[in-house]
């Protein structure tokens, strides 16, 4: 079992700045990959972007350029740095993490962003 808790979210103009954390604690060592999904009202959930365990990472079109996901083992830790937040970022943002048996989720973190 992996449970994840996040934290960042919150309200902010556009061209603004945030980062978003997501702690990982229980079964670590089997996570091979983490990411970070969004999901405005009425809309289905998307991929924001994903980290290997390896290192490499993958991200929408379009937050590539504006947002940078990362990974600090050592705090079982991944962050999501979003720059030059535009009013379509605005959605809950939900941690995920893959093993080879299942796929776990955050509680969701709420971002805004105002024109």
């Known amino acids: 079992q992996v449970q994840l808790v996040e934290s960042g979210g919150g309200s902010v103009q556009g061209g603004g700045s945030l980062r978003l954390s997501c702690a990982a604690s229980g079964s670590i060592l089997s996570i091979n990959l983490m990411g970070w999904y969004r999901q405005a009202p009425g809309k289905q959930r998307e991929l924001v972007a994903i980290?290997?365990?390896?290192?490499?990472?993958s991200y929408a079109d379009s937050v590539k350029g504006r947002f940078t996901i990362s990974r600090e083992s050592a705090k079982n830790t991944a962050y999501l740095q979003m720059n030059s937040l535009k009013p379509e970022d605005t959605a809950t943002y939900y941690c995920?993490?893959?093993?080879?048996?299942?796929?776990?989720w955050g509680q969701g973190t709420q971002v805004t962003v105002s024109s």
């Open positions: 980290i290997f365990s390896g290192g490499s990472a």
């Open positions: 995920t993490a893959q093993t080879i048996v299942a796929t776990y």
